[in-house]
């Protein structure tokens, strides 16, 4: 076997249907678009969302709530994460550049500290915003918060 006796499974092809090539291929005429209507005019573009007259589904469904446009987005990180920097990279200074390199966030993201886990170590911690659990925990052990 090589590259020249290779072909498709049989059935696998099928020829194209070749429309509006004539009556003898029984299919020129209206070439299968039907008499008149919007439908066989050239150029027609049926509307995104378009049930043939019945209510469409984007208007039967009700609508409630809205999205806010100042809605800020914070990333969480927990006091927990920063205890393991602190322990494995060796951090006592923990702002948006050691969460950066860590990983933790992109330079985009607002941060946010949450107080979930456990912080033995003293960290200065720089963020956007902070949960008032964070910010006791962090004290707790003689740090300090910092908000941007």
């Not at 007259?53 to 914070?74: D, T």
């Not at 969460?99 to 330079?107: A, D, M």
């Not at 170590?121 to 908000?147: D, M, R, Y």
Request: without cysteine; charged residues 30%; proline residues 3%.
């Amino acid at each position: 076997m090589d590259l020249s006796n290779l072909k498709p499974a049989e059935g696998a092809v099928k020829n194209k249907k070749r429309i509006g090539r004539g009556q003898g291929s029984g299919r020129g005429g209206t070439a299968t678009k039907g008499h008149k209507g919007a439908q066989s005019r050239s150029g027609y573009k049926r509307k995104i969302g378009f049930e043939g007259g019945q209510m469409p589904l984007y208007r039967r469904v009700p609508k409630f709530g809205f999205k806010n446009i100042n809605r800020k987005e914070y990333k969480p990180v927990n006091i927990g994460t920063l205890q393991q920097l602190a322990d494995n990279k060796k951090v006592s200074e923990i702002n948006m550049e050691v969460l950066i390199e860590n990983g933790l966030v992109t330079k985009r993201d607002l941060v946010k500290i949450l107080g979930d886990g456990e912080l033995k170590a003293k960290l200065n911690v720089t963020a956007h915003a902070f949960t008032k659990s964070a910010i006791a925990a962090i004290e707790a052990q003689g740090g300090n918060a910092t908000k941007i």
